[in-house]
């Protein structure tokens, strides 16, 4: 499914998965409906009222025209950023911030929602935790636009970019020790710990002091938040 397009126009009394798409785009966008997939007064009616707002021809009907509007954050976060001599690190984090200020976050449901599809490769619903689809997508942004390999591999799982980064001797385990700050630059991931080899979420590690560091995240929503380093371990980059 491509995010950025609609198939075809929709109108009033049709169903589908791109109506649903529609009626997300819609809720994002502060035009909140039911997102059942049902093409109804409500769907068309928001519509409309979204369409006034952007300065669109008001029609009631889901267009490209209309749809490319909608999407409009999405393309926004998704555009490239000239790596004008920045490092991965710092170019991971210019992604990450690029993301941040669409505000990104679920829709419709636990893990639901355009944007978990995007960071999840098509997956969304309940069992599609997406931290990890949302930082690695963001390395693999910035190392597509420095036109260097990933250091670690696109991964939709905690665990397995834990693994992976071990196996690749990046990974920091701080299980028995503090950890090095020196070596956790911006662009670095986290990883919250649960066992030595099992991780429960990650994201972008964007400043590092004394005693915290300053991350950028997706659970739920994409957010900047400030953590200590107890049970974090981190993948370097």
Not at 133 to 159: E, I, K, N
Request: charged share 25%; hydrophobic share 40%; glycine share 10%.
């Amino acid at each position: 499914m491509n995010e950025l397009e609609l198939d075809r126009v929709y109108r009033r009394g049709e169903r589908g998965p791109d109506v649903r798409r529609i009626q997300e785009w819609l809720s994002l966008q502060g035009f909140a409906v039911a997102i059942d997939g049902d093409f109804g007064a409500a769907t068309e009616a928001a519509l409309k009222r979204f369409q006034a707002k952007a300065g669109l021809t008001v029609t009631g009907v889901g267009d490209a025209v209309t749809f490319d509007r909608l999407v409009a954050p999405l393309k926004a976060a998704v555009a490239p950023i000239p790596a004008q001599g920045r490092t991965l690190g710092s170019l991971v984090v210019a992604y990450a911030a690029q993301h941040l200020r669409q505000r990104p976050r679920e829709i419709g449901g636990e893990n639901r929602g355009p944007w978990v599809r995007l960071y999840m490769d098509g997956h969304d619903g309940s069992t599609w935790p997406w931290s990890a689809g949302f930082a690695t997508f963001c390395l693999q942004q910035a190392a597509r636009a420095l036109g260097v390999p990933m250091p670690v591999g696109r991964s939709l799982s905690c665990d397995t970019l834990g693994a992976f980064a071990r196996e690749k001797g990046r990974l920091i385990c701080t299980l028995t020790a503090l950890p090095d700050r020196t070596r956790i630059c911006p662009g670095s991931l986290f990883l919250r710990r649960r066992t030595a080899t099992d991780w429960s979420h990650t994201g972008i590690v964007t400043e590092v002091d004394e005693e915290t560091f300053q991350t950028i995240e997706g659970n739920y929503e994409v957010c900047a938040r400030t953590r200590g380093f107890e049970n974090m371990d981190f993948v370097l980059l």
